[in-house]
């Protein structure tokens, strides 16, 4: 008889989370354990729990969490932008509103390959499972009745569904456990996260219950102006545009333009019309090599070819200059995709 081949996993790292965090291209505020970034937790502190926290992406990244797996229930919950989200293979764009679930050792990728600009809150809890088909074996701490339990362990293991729309709670829920985790560690703010590490388990096994999702939010008149403004803005960042006159082209006030402008791509009106204008800078640098450095400035929008070699640099980490000896005359590439209304 052959031997019988014991299947082995090794924990993701997030060594490119890491890396694009120590170079201040996203913000993360986590609490983890093990090899997760993130502010270390104390041994007996929840120690089933392996990482809790969210990142701010303000502009889309040069970065992206590859094929991995981890060795605890991972879920993570879509606050703002949009966001590339595959499982098992299966690609799909999470929205504004999103909540993901990966059972223990499940293949997933976030980004494609890189991440876009987001705001993403996760949750990775151990329940002992080191092989597929072990018995999950739920925290101590976990308030559900032992039915409840079963339930959700059953749910969880049977469920297809990767994506799912996000009841208010849900978002609410995650969105606590963010305040939480900002907070001192200390044993008031233990309880709190326990508490709302619970609340949000019950919240998803009575989604799961329900077999359903969450009613779709349809965007209205105002965020629909917005998205076509948007998809415009990025084929032509004319010189002249500022908040005013973006928010005056949509009817809308500046308050409100901005909000809109948020959800949908999760920056600012400042930030997202600095990113068209890079990316219209590199279609520039690649179909025009006659143009100089400034010139190429003048016609993305920037006052003057020392700020707009500044704000470059942010985006793509090398110069104008050097971009373009790097990339000269090819096929046109976009560092962010059109923005997306949610669903």
């Known amino acids: 008889m052959g031997k019988i081949l014991k299947t082995s996993y090794h924990a993701d790292t997030c060594r490119s989370l890491r890396t694009a965090t120590a170079c201040g291209q996203v913000t993360l505020t986590a609490l983890a354990r093990g090899r997760y970034p993130g502010q270390r937790l104390p041994p007996k502190v929840l120690p089933e729990l392996r990482s809790v926290g969210f990142w701010n992406a303000s502009h889309h990244q040069s970065w992206g969490l590859?094929?991995?797996?981890?060795?605890?229930?991972?879920?993570?919950?879509?606050?703002?932008?949009?966001?590339?989200?595959?499982?098992?293979?299966?690609?799909?764009?999470?929205?504004?509103?999103?909540?993901?679930?990966?059972?223990?050792?499940?293949?997933?990728?976030?980004?494609?390959?890189?991440?876009?600009?987001?705001?993403?809150?996760?949750?990775?809890?151990?329940?002992?499972?080191?092989?597929?088909?072990?018995?999950?074996r739920w925290p101590p701490w976990m308030v559900c009745s032992p039915a409840?339990?079963?339930?959700?362990t059953r749910l969880l293991c049977l469920n297809n569904q990767s994506v799912?729309?996000?009841?208010?709670?849900?978002?609410?829920?995650?969105?606590?456990?963010?305040?939480?985790?900002?907070?001192?560690?200390?044993?008031?703010?233990?309880?709190?996260?326990?508490?709302?590490?619970?609340?949000?388990?019950?919240?998803?096994?009575?989604?799961?219950?329900?077999r359903r999702d969450a009613p779709v939010s349809v965007p209205g008149d105002a965020q629909q102006r917005v998205k076509l403004f948007l998809s415009q803005l990025w084929h032509q960042a004319m010189p002249g545009w500022n908040l005013n006159s973006m928010a005056h082209?949509?009817?809308l006030g500046r308050s409100q333009f901005s909000r809109h402008c948020r959800e949908l791509t999760n920056m600012t009106p400042r930030q997202f019309?600095?990113?068209?204008?890079?990316?219209?800078?590199?279609?520039?640098?690649?179909?025009?090599?006659?143009?100089?450095?400034?010139?190429?400035?003048?016609?993305?929008?920037?006052?003057?070819?020392?700020?707009?070699?500044?704000?470059?640099?942010?985006?793509?980490?090398?110069?104008?200059?050097?971009?373009r000896k790097v990339n000269p005359g090819t096929k046109n590439h976009l560092i962010i995709t059109r923005p997306t209304a949610r669903r």
């Open 66 to 136: 590859d094929w991995h797996r981890n060795e605890g229930l991972e879920l993570t919950y879509l606050a703002s932008g949009t966001l590339s989200f595959a499982v098992d293979e299966t690609s799909q764009l999470l929205r504004k509103g999103d909540v993901t679930l990966c059972r223990p050792w499940q293949i997933h990728r976030v980004g494609n390959p890189n991440v876009t600009a987001s705001r993403l809150y996760w949750l990775i809890l151990d329940v002992g499972v080191r092989r597929p088909h072990q018995t999950w």
């Open 148 to 152: 409840d339990q079963r339930q959700l």
């Open 164 to 210: 799912w729309r996000a009841a208010p709670e849900i978002g609410i829920y995650f969105q606590r456990l963010g305040e939480t985790i900002t907070a001192p560690l200390d044993a008031h703010t233990t309880t709190r996260l326990s508490l709302h590490i619970n609340e949000l388990l019950v919240a998803i096994l009575e989604m799961l219950l329900q």
């Open 249 to 251: 082209q949509c009817q």
């Open 273 to 323: 019309l600095e990113a068209c204008r890079v990316s219209q800078a590199q279609r520039l640098l690649r179909q025009r090599p006659e143009l100089s450095i400034t010139e190429v400035s003048q016609q993305c929008g920037f006052a003057s070819s020392q700020y707009f070699a500044t704000v470059f640099r942010k985006h793509v980490s090398r110069s104008p200059r050097i971009w």
